[in-house]
Nanobody
Framework: QVQLVESGGGLVQPGGSLRLSCAASGSIFSINNMGWYRQAPGKERALVAT???????NYAVSVKGRFTISRDNAKNTVYLQMNSLKPEDTAVYYCYAAVGPRKSPYEYDYWGQGTQVTVSS
């Protein structure tokens, strides 16, 4: 069983910054891909950024150049540094991890509970 615990969300003014963290714990052998998705009111959940265990990254066009994703493989933790935040970034942010459990040849998707990010004056 795997859990993802998120932190770092909150209220920030336009142009400000926030740093999200997500730590995975449990019966983990490997985490191939980790990242963040977000869902704004009335919209579908969408990719923000992901990063593989080897460091390959994938960003949504809307956040490229403003957000930076990173991970600490030893801690099974992924981070999202969000700079130059815009009101359009307001959403619930969900941590994601593709986990290979111990004693299993398969990979499963896990999601955090979500953390609110609000960008407003």
């Amino acid at each position: 069983q795997v859990q993802l615990v998120e932190s770092g969300g909150g209220l920030v003014q336009p142009g400000g910054s926030l740093r999200l963290s997500c730590a995975a714990s449990g019966s983990i052998f490997s985490i191939n891909n980790m990242g963040w998705y977000r869902q704004a009111p009335g919209k579908e959940r969408a990719l923000v950024a992901t990063i593989t265990s080897g460091g390959s990254t994938n960003y949504a066009v809307s956040v490229k150049g403003r957000f930076t994703i990173s991970r600490d493989n030893a801690k099974n933790t992924v981070y999202l540094q969000m700079n130059s935040l815009k009101p359009e970034d307001t959403a619930v942010y969900y941590c994601y991890a593709a986990v290979g459990p111990r004693k299993s040849p398969y990979e499963y998707d896990y999601w955090g509970q979500g953390t609110q990010v609000t960008v407003s004056s």
